[in-house]
Every structure is written in structure tokens, then in C-alpha cells.
């Protein structure tokens, strides 16, 4: 993996926006690989595709590029609102790889969030476009990437470093299951990662855990077994060895590269 761009396909484009998606796509192009079945080489579709910029021919998965110069910030600024949200509630929503480069026109970050993690909760709405805009009251969004989980946060590049293929793999593969969950299943399953991810040591416990019941019962206020869900939860995170079981209500975090 060559982890600079080939800055000669930046000649005959004067916008700043055009050279860094030709350069951005290009490096994806040549030196990403698909997360989920290991394809050396991904495909892009044809130009303009509302949906998304790649896919894999082995595995049928799709991919949409978002890039930007500087750090990994914790919000990524994308399109319309509502029509990110009809994606997300949508059966061919696609992954998304947050890619972001130096000044030096080298990759620092580039990761996928597989779209499982995708729910109507990290998209914030930004504020309509005043009158006076060319698009007025035109409505955007930005991506909050802090809501996601740590496990849905797959690097394959972390600060200038190539993340091993084969634990790629794995963490992306990890989470699949949450495709075959209906949407208050999977939103149990990821509100307990969030919860766990908020526990700052890497070993936790049980009542650690607890500890969330009453920002849990917030969002689900008809279930009036709270704790029995969380450990229910763990339990599921545990068989899908996303986190360990030490022993006598204690866990373990299962460690992955963090924004």
C-alpha cells in the first residue's frame, strides 16, 4: 500500500474540490483492498451515482469515499438531510471510508464505518441556508462519528501506520450479524458497545454497566427490565468475541485502533 497520492493526475483541474476527488478515488482505487473478503482491488461505479463510489465484485459490498485535508475530526460534513436519512433506512445503504491526508498529500487516516452503524442518531442536522443563498433553506448534515462504537470504527490506516489486512478483516466481519437484526435489536446491541465504550478502563464490570440503566430506560421507556437487557447485551457482545468474559460479572475490552 503506497500511502501518497499520484499528484499527476492533478493537472488540468484547477478546482481544489476536483484534484482532491480524483486524487482521493485514485489512491482508493490502487491501494485499497475490501474489508469484508480481503479482494485485492475494489471497482467505482459509473460517475455521479447517487448511492455510492465503489463496490467489490467478490462480496457485492459498496463503499462511499468521504476525504478531507488535515486531522480525523470527530464530525464529517455531508450532504442533504433527509436524504441521508432515507439511506440509512434504506436496504442498499452503503460503508463508508473517511480518508484523510497531509499536506504532504500522504494518507494519515483511512478507515471504514460498516453501514450497520449507521443510524438516524449520528446524523445531525445542520441549520437551513439563509435567503440569501443560491440553495435557500437548502438543509445539510454532518455525520457525528463519536456516537459510533469503537468496534464500528475499522482503521485500515492509523496516523501514516497500515493496519494488518487479517485484523481488518476480522473487526469488519465482527459486526455482520447486526444486518440480520431488526432496528430495536441492533439499537440495544449498539447503545450497550456505546455504554461500554464510555467505561474508561479496559477491564469493566457488571455495575459498571448498570450505572447506564437510567440513561437506557430514557430511550427505551416501555421496557421495565432494563438491567436484564444490558446483560443480555454483554452476553451477545461476548459470543460474537467483541468483549471477554474475565469472570464473576467482570469483562474485558477487546482492544481496536480509536479515533
Known sequence: ?????????????????????????DWVLNNSYCPSCGEISLNEFENNRPVADFYCKKCNEEFELKSKGGKLSSTITDGAYNTMIERINSNNNP????????????????????????????????????????????IGCNIDIKRIADTGKVFLVKNSKIIEQDLVKEQFNKTLFLREKSDNAKGW?????NCVD?????????DEIYKFEKKLKLKYPNNNHIKDKIRQQLQLLRDKNIIEFVGRGIYKKIKYEKI
Open 189 to 193: 446491541v449498539l447503545d450497550v458497545m
Open 1 to 25: 500500500m503506497n500511502l501518497y497520492f499520484n499528484i499527476n493526475l492533478a493537472e488540468g483541474y484547477k478546482s481544489n474540490t476536483q484534484i482532491a476527488r480524483r486524487l482521493t478515488e
Open 198 to 206: 464510555l467505561v474508561r478502563n479496559e477491564t469493566f464490570t457488571l
Open 95 to 138: 460503508n463508508f471510508f473517511f480518508l484523510t491526508y497531509t499536506k504532504e498529500l500522504k494518507v494519515n487516516d483511512f478507515l471504514i464505518i460498516p453501514k450497520q452503524f449507521f443510524t438516524p442518531e449520528i446524523i445531525i442536522k445542520r441549520k437551513p441556508l439563509s435567503e440569501n443563498a443560491k440553495l435557500a433553506g437548502w
